[in-house]
C-alpha cells in the first residue's frame, strides 16, 4: 500500500487496526500523540520499539491511507 511497508493489520494484534510492524502499538496511537504536541524522539523515548521512521509512515497513513 503506497509504500507503506512499516504499516500492519492482523485480526488477531488490536483487533486488526492498522499497527507498525506488527506490534501493538496502533497508527491512531502514534497519530494521536503528534497531534498532540509529542516530537519523534519523546516518542521513540516512550516507546523504545518504535523507529522514526515508523512515526513517519503514521503521518503518511493518516493522510493517504483513507483514500
Not at 507503506?4 to 486488526?16: H, P, S, V, W
Not at 497519530?31 to 503514521?58: R, S
Amino acid at each position: 500500500m503506497w509504500g507503506l511497508d512499516r504499516i500492519t493489520f492482523d485480526r488477531r494484534i488490536m483487533a486488526g487496526q492498522a499497527c507498525i510492524r506488527g506490534m501493538r502499538i496502533p497508527v491512531s496511537l502514534v497519530v494521536n500523540l503528534v497531534a498532540h504536541g509529542k516530537q519523534v524522539d519523546e516518542i521513540v523515548e516512550e516507546y523504545p520499539d518504535l523507529e522514526p521512521e515508523d512515526i513517519q509512515q503514521c503521518l503518511e497513513y493518516a493522510v493517504f491511507g483513507s483514500r
